[in-house]
């Protein structure tokens, strides 16, 4: 087969549908990132807009421009638009988009799992938008504290939009999150061990690892103030034994992490793109590694400085005043990398070079201004002024915009085949750069000055007249200088000057291809020896469309990739991925109507909802499997791979484990909350203690340990060649037990609307109904698949991810019942 | 997976050191424990008792990254699981270093 004849065939197997029905129905990487990238943008641009309105209004003082009711929901909007639907979806999108090819594979792990999170975060964000439209944006600031955000001060739906639809957005981040751990651990080119891995790639395992611990305890917390909102269980107030600085610790438990997983991905883009402009390789890669781990993990341990001027004992201030100053080690590791990569070879000024000179000018900056906010005395001065708007805008504009600005011209040619031709970009990057300064330079000044952040207005005898001019003139020039980036951006697109294959001569994965890419990506897999396959073989591209790499005879019509090895990247699995389907666009639909009816408080819908995304979630892996079993595949002469279905611990199993991390990390916040709560709030102990029935906490606790027990046995069974059927049905036997003990302790909850207490234990009650649920569906589902054929002694795979739940569902339905049983029993 | 667990484990292991140190702080002063051991305030010699815990656990640790029965194969897996290791341990002494010199619930 020559290259031509491959490409037609792969084309065929692996195209989106024609026009609009393909956008709905694509799951692959490369239309599905641009999409994403795309839709981030428009996010910008409309966060950009509502920046631009707010210095407009602090351009002058006792403005008139806003009242304060839409000026609160101006700089509300700002924030979460940037926060929630820009950045993260940013760096969704590029990894979405590049992994794959920079791995060497042919799409990311679960396809699928990919559309249904990009329609998780399009119907979640225009959810907002339609808000913002009809003037009940949110409006209490982008970290919604209580007891302003609570029913009491903020009674209308404006909060509530903020909480039900970054929910659902953040569907999309769990997604996004899942989807590239697994892809970066198990889909690689064959010998890309670990160290061979390129930096992008570690960045993006780190970040994604982060956003599966990180953002649980803003879910958390979300759902906690909107149940009193909607329901009057009183977490956040303190008079029923509530406490609104737990929203604070379960904000800032996510807020923290979120700037390093906003920063991460665009270190990432530097140590990618920094060596390529300097004509040599990236300095201190193991050092670079083991920083930003360092880096991920401080993150976690910094949270509560954003809290210093609430009152916490000295010492709590001292833990985290000093983990926020160890925290700048590691990022200059990083730093002094780049800055060495630079001296070692020959920096060229090209327009991605420019943007990250910017970035290092503005990130340090930000980065030392973060070691003063670090330092208490410092920062009880200068909490909630202008100077920690100015610092967190040096960060993240710094820190995220400049970086992937620089990997918006990196990588443009690649998405587009085609070369600039005009120098508007220079221009731009001018204006940006002095305009950003300009702007954030003086609000440092006028914040130190005194002046509040998302003050309305100011009189002219405050003196900040002539500083907020200069800023806002400053923040114009910067949005022109954007403005010109998107027309630069738009004229490459439109203007079709071909360009070459590997414009910048890099070494890595994705430019070993045509562009702009097929949907295939490699017409046949890459033998992988280091870091920079492409500049040991300039020719590496060409081999490979000739297929003399894996997998390179299409089969059957099939989707095939390989999985490999985590540490040694040895080949060890065959995949066949699913083809297009409209299913992910639907099911995120049904939850969209899941959210919007909590929204506007139309709750018979509600079950109609879950019912129709359950229904929808069976059908979609119902379609996975195969009634025989699958032969061996042949991936190149003399190599032979069984089928991901054989694998015990199969991409599935793998997904599996690091959704229940997050459903893990979700949970231990609520135990956190609880115990918060018990230990700091005013108003406990509870007037009355739970006093349940001790023979249901029994049957509970029998459900619990029986059902692991079962599972196994289903297991061997089923390698025996026996039938399984008997484990699993004592499997769903204690799923159901469990869920009988979960749904007791929440009907004789004592008043949960009365005390915390109460509403903690329902809502711990509701976690465990919630997951036993989940085991009897899944222990129903497997049994259908055995029933059906579905399963063998070699398909073995959807045994392990079944037992993955219950085993989780046992030890959460052990703890919930401990915490409901145990103070009443102990007092 | 044991590779990368080999490298995430000491700064995951500072995280929930760091985590019960200030849970166990939380605790003596929402519960106001009190008292004294051997004339010694009983909280700072709570506290105090797992920092060094925490250090210890911390240079056990790194020693085990250092073992060649439990160091990794990988040079790269090696030398990155060390350099945490020994974040993991300037962590633990530098942050939670308060218990020693600062007041404990003012």
Redesign the interface.
Same mark, same amino acid.
């Given at each position: 087969m020559n290259a031509l004849e491959r490409h037609r065939r792969l084309r065929a197997i692996w195209a989106s549908e024609p026009g609009m029905r393909g956008w709905l129905s694509t799951v692959n990487h490369n239309d599905l990132g641009r999409m994403f990238l795309l839709t981030a943008f428009v996010f910008f641009g409309i966060g950009g807009l509502l920046a631009m309105l707010i210095r407009a209004q602090l351009a002058t003082p006792h403005s008139a421009f806003a009242g304060p009711q839409i000026y609160n929901q101006i700089f509300t909007m700002h924030g979460t638009i940037m926060m929630f639907l820009f950045a993260i979806p940013c760096f969704e999108g590029l990894a979405i988009y590049l992994l794959p090819k920079i791995l060497g594979t042919r799409d990311l792990a679960f396809p699928r799992l990919t559309a249904y999170g990009y329609w998780c975060y399009v119907f979640g964000g225009v959810m907002l938008l339609v808000a913002m439209l009809l003037g009940i944006a949110p409006d209490a600031g982008w970290f919604i504290y209580p007891p302003l955000s609570g029913a009491i001060h903020s009674p209308g739906i404006n909060t509530d939009f903020w909480l039900i639809g970054i929910t659902f957005v953040e569907i999309s981040a769990i997604a996004a999150a899942v989807e590239i751990t697994v892809s970066v651990?198990k889909y690689r080119a064959p010998g890309m061990?670990?160290?061979k891995m390129p930096i992008f790639a570690w960045y993006a395992l780190i970040t994604a690892l982060m956003i599966l611990t990180g953002f649980p305890p803003l879910i958390l917390g979300s759902v906690l103030l909107e149940l009193e909102r909607a329901f009057g269980l009183p977490f956040f107030q303190a008079e029923l034994g509530g406490d609104s600085l737990l929203w604070q610790h379960l904000f800032w438990l996510f807020g923290h992490p979120e700037v390093y997983i906003i920063f991460l991905p665009a270190a990432g883009v530097i140590s990618t793109v920094l060596p390529v402009m300097c004509r040599t390789t990236l300095l201190g890669y @193991?050092?670079i590694?083991?920083a930003a781990?360092?880096l991920?993990?401080?993150s976690? @341990?910094l949270w509560?400085h954003h809290m210093f001027t609430t009152g916490i004992?000295?010492? @709590?201030l001292?833990?985290f005043s000093?983990?926020s100053t160890?925290v700048a080690v590691?990022t200059a590791v990083q730093i002094f990398a780049w800055i060495g990569t630079m001296w070692k070879g020959r920096p060229e000024l090209h327009l991605p070079m420019l943007h990250i000179l910017g970035f290092f000018c503005t990130f340090v900056i930000g980065g030392l201004t973060g070691v003063m906010v670090a330092v208490v005395p410092f920062d009880w001065q200068a909490h909630d002024t202008a100077f920690i708007t100015a610092h967190l805008h040096y960060v993240l504009f710094g820190g995220f915009v400049f970086p992937i600005l620089a990997g918006v011209y990196y990588w443009l040619p690649h998405v587009t085949g085609q070369r600039r031709v005009f120098r508007l970009g220079e221009v731009a990057f001018a204006l940006v750069f002095l305009g950003f300064h300009v702007t954030f330079l003086a609000m440092h000044w006028v914040g130190l000055m005194g002046q509040r952040r998302r003050i309305p207005t100011y009189a002219p005898e405050d003196g900040w007249t002539a500083i907020n001019l200069i800023s806002s003139v400053g923040s114009f020039v910067l949005a022109i200088g954007l403005a010109m980036i998107l027309i630069d951006v738009v004229l490459h697109v439109l203007i079709a000057a071909r360009g070459r294959r590997n414009p910048w001569r890099a070494g890595t994965l994705e430019w070993a291809m045509m562009t702009p890419p097929p949907a295939y990506t490699f017409a046949s897999l890459p033998q992988v020896d280091s870091r920079t396959p492409l500049a040991d073989d300039p020719h590496l591209a060409v081999r490979l469309a000739r297929g003399e790499g894996y997998l390179a005879t299409p089969r059957e019509g099939a989707r095939e990739t390989l999985c490999v090895d985590?540490?040694s990247g040895r080949p060890d699995m065959h995949v066949v991925y699913p083809a297009n389907t409209r299913l992910p666009v639907t099911m995120s639909a049904l939850t969209g109507v899941f959210f919007l009816s909590l929204l506007v408080k139309f709750y018979w819908t509600v079950p109609l909802a879950l019912a129709g995304v359950a229904i929808l979630a069976c059908k979609w892996v119902w379609g996975n499997g195969r009634r025989e079993d699958p032969e061996p595949v042949q991936v190149r002469e003399g190599i032979t791979l069984a089928n991901a279905a054989t694998a015990r611990r199969s991409p599935g199993w793998w997904g599996t484990l690091l959704l229940l991390s997050a459903d893990a990390t979700f949970f231990g916040a609520l135990l956190f909350g609880f115990?918060?709560l018990w230990?700091?709030a005013p108003g406990w102990p509870p007037p009355e203690w739970f006093a349940g029935a001790m023979v249901m906490a029994g049957i509970g606790g029998f459900g619990a340990l029986i059902g692991p027990a079962a599972m196994r046995q289903a297991i061997r069974a089923n390698r025996r060649g026996d039938t399984a059927l008997p484990g699993i049905g004592l499997a769903l036997v204690g799923a159901l037990a469990v869920a009988a003990a979960c749904a007791a302790v929440m009907v004789q909850t004592p008043a949960p609307m009365g005390h915390a207490y109460g509403a903690t234990l329902l809502v711990l009650g509701a976690y465990g109904l919630f997951h036993a649920g989940l085991g009897a569906l899944m222990a129903g589902f497997l049994a259908a698949r055995v029933l059906r054929g579905f399963t063998s002694r070699v398909r073995q795979a959807e045994f392990s991810i079944v037992s993955l739940w219950i085993d989780y569902l046992s030890v959460i339905g052990l703890l919930v019942l401990l915490a409901a049983y145990l103070p009443g029993f102990l007092s | 997976?044991?590779?990368?667990l080999r490298?995430?484990i000491a700064?995951?292991l500072?995280?929930a050191a760091?985590?019960a140190?200030?849970?166990l702080?939380?605790?003596i002063?929402?519960?106001g424990i009190g008292g004294t051991v051997l004339g010694l305030s009983l909280p700072r010699v709570l506290?105090i008792a797992a920092y060094g815990l925490a250090i210890l656990l911390q240079a056990a640790l790194l020693a085990a990254l250092y073992h060649p029965r439990l160091a990794a194969r990988?040079?790269?897996?090696r030398?990155?699981s060390r350099?945490?290791g020994w974040?993991g341990l300037?962590?633990a002494g530098?942050?939670?270093?308060?218990?020693a010199v600062?007041?404990?619930?003012?």
């Open positions: 651990l061990a670990l160290d @193991g050092w590694v083991a781990v360092a991920a993990f401080l976690f @341990g509560v004992p000295h010492m @709590g001292a833990f000093a983990a160890l590691p985590i540490a115990a918060f230990t700091v | 997976m044991k590779d990368i490298i995430l700064p995951l500072w995280l760091f985590s140190v200030y849970g702080l939380g605790l002063c929402g519960h506290l990988s040079g790269f897996v030398f990155v350099i945490t974040a300037v962590a530098y942050t939670l270093f308060p218990v600062t007041s404990s619930c003012l």
